[in-house]
Nanobody, 117 residues
Framework: QVQLVESGGGSVQPGGPLTVSCIVS????????MSWYRQASGQERELVAQ????????KYEDSVKGRFTNSRDDNKNTEYLQLNRMKPDDTAEYYC??????????WGQGTQVTVSS
């Protein structure tokens, strides 16, 4: 069974940077389109960033364009989301997800990111 495990969440001040990671086990990350979702308290889960399989092509939700960078290291089977110039509205549980076609098939357990002064 494919497993995704996020790490790197924590608390950061507004304007600060943070990097969250997602390690894929029992499969090969480049086979999947990898995504980051986030869910703030009381809100629906939203798609934040994607990186496509066998590609470095990325796609971002409008509110994070120019601030977040999604990347993948195939040798480490790991996906990264670099969060820069963070805002309080970025506070959420961040989830990575993997899909072969269509909606994600596999999900991580989430990592909490809090932006607060």
């Amino acid at each position: 069974q494919v497993q995704l495990v996020e790490s790197g969440g924590g608390s950061v001040q507004p304007g600060g940077p943070l990097t969250v990671s997602c390690i894929v086990s029992f499969s090969t990350i480049r086979w999947y389109a990898m995504s980051w979702y986030r869910q703030a308290s009381g809100q629906e889960r939203e798609l934040v960033a994607q990186i496509f399989s066998y590609s470095t092509i990325t796609k971002y939700e409008d509110s994070v364009k120019g601030r977040f960078t999604n990347s993948r290291d195939d040798n480490k089977n790991t996906e990264y989301l670099q969060l820069n110039r963070m805002k309080p509205d970025d506070t959420a549980e961040y989830y990575c997800a993997a899909s072969r076609t269509g909606d994600p098939t596999y999900w991580g357990q989430g990592t909490q990111v809090t932006v607060s002064s």
